[in-house]
């Protein structure tokens, strides 16, 4: 087992580094090789506070989750999924991340990958009745939502949409580094003769959306025989709002993704004692973030206030 991870990048990495430099050094490097039982101890810690998730951070995990199985159910069988039946495995999940939670936090800490601990509840005992609220709001909508997408529509299309790709870890190197996507849907559409890059999101836009489908966009490009970026859909389905936003992709998205690599990288590299091995600085060269209230959503603010959290 490699003492240290490999180098790669994605926009989830670079988002965290963005956000707080110590918590990018306890997700990336600090984390590395916690699930073995002979590890260090603060590698076990960090793996653990890794693996926490929130209420909708989970919530839309298990949407995602799904979805897909949804697709694939109806690629393979040709029977529409139930919505009733999705709502139900969604609650079932929610129930058991709820059961988890509160009554199995031993054995989370003895296999973290196994069971699931909710932000809440590690971090404030309770979750908060406004979000079990905005849960059931989202539950009822963004199922109805999802069968009446021009996506889901697409895909009862058989006769003209090939080739079903989803949630699958890809990746593309750039400059010898590893780039990694995971994309929620692709599909070649006959009759428009497209590749259909799909994100489904369970929340509100954000200005961020268009740059993870370009680097998606980018994955295809070298994946397939894609000779043109006009070869390639992007499409975001809001299923919070039942909005959808299709776009082309233009050579100057690609560009502004590529120069954001780049320079993400090279903050990466600032703070590595060697770039071949992926060597981190010591964890005190990685400054805390200085905002509290940013803190308090974090997983690893045990660590960086051991007197007491935010």
């Known amino acids: 087992m490699a003492k240290y991870p490999e180098l790669s990048w994605s926009i989830a990495r670079h988002n965290t580094l963005m956000t707080c430099a110590r918590k990018y050094v306890y997700h990336y490097y600090t984390s ?16 653990r506070l890794k693996k926490i998730t929130n209420l909708e951070m989970y919530f839309g995990s298990i949407v995602h989750e799904t979805v ?13 999924p139930g919505e009733d039946k999705m709502k139900n495995y969604i609650r079932q999940k929610l129930n058991l991340a709820y059961r988890d939670s509160y009554h199995r936090e031993y054995n989370w800490w003895r296999r973290p990958k196994g069971y699931t601990m909710l932000h809440e509840v590690y971090y404030g005992n309770a979750i ?3 979000k079990i609220d905005k849960i059931k709001y989202r539950l009822d909508t963004v199922l109805k939502n999802f069968l009446s997408s021009p996506t889901f529509r697409d895909m009862l299309d058989t006769e003209n949409t ?7 870890f890809r990746y593309l190197l750039i400059d010898g580094v590893k780039v990694w996507v995971v994309m929620d849907l692709l599909y070649y559409h006959h009759q428009s003769g497209k590749w259909v890059i799909v994100d489904w999101k369970t929340g509100k836009q954000t200005e961020e959306d268009r740059n993870q489908l370009a680097l998606y966009a980018m994955y295809v490009q070298h994946a397939f025989p894609v000779e043109s970026l006009d070869e390639i859909t992007i499409r975001n389905e809001y299923l919070l709002d039942g909005s959808t936003e299709e776009h082309k992709l233009t050579e100057e998205e690609i560009v502004r993704v590529q120069d954001m690599f780049n320079l993400s990288l090279r903050e990466m590299e600032e703070y590595m004692e060697d770039r071949e091995k992926n060597i981190p600085k010591p964890i005190t060269s990685f400054p805390m973030q200085q905002n509290r209230r940013i803190c308090a959503s974090c997983n690893f603010q045990e660590l960086c206030f ?3 959290y935010v």
């Open 128 to 130: 908060p009745e406004e």
């Open 306 to 308: 051991p007197e007491g």
């Open 162 to 168: 090939g080739f079903v790709e989803s949630e699958k």
């Open 32 to 47: 590395h090789n916690g699930w073995i039982s002979n590890i260090d101890s603060l590698q076990h810690q960090a793996y």
């Open 68 to 80: 897909e199985k949804a697709v694939a159910h109806y690629r393979t069988t040709g029977e529409l």
